[in-house]
């Protein structure tokens, strides 16, 4: 897939590369990441049945703008909803994207509310 844009098709080209070596189960699912110019989303994934088990986004948290705060929170979020659900330890699925920033601080989020990755 050709794509005009040089900083995404960079970005896909990393991201097949990663889930030739991500996948995740329903003990252990996928955490995915994925950015958008005004949100942050996140998703457990357990990829042999294809279901998504949790998500959470930024979506929900007020004005459009996510700074590395609103990051962190929905990590939180995600965090929470997956230990109600009895979900300990994830696969980090970054798609792509540079752990920095906003990736970084929804993975940070996450672990302090306690998934193992």
Sequence with gaps: MRVKNKKLERRLRIRRRIRK???GTA???RLAVYKSNQCIYAQLIDDEKG???VTASSAGLGDKNVNREKAKKVGERLAEKARAKDIHGVVFDRSGYIYH???RALAEGA???GLKF
């Design 21 to 23: 070596a991500v996948s």
């Design 27 to 29: 003990e252990r699912p």
């Design 51 to 53: 279901h998504t088990l």
């Design 101 to 103: 920033g906003k990736v």
């Design 111 to 113: 672990r302090e509310k």
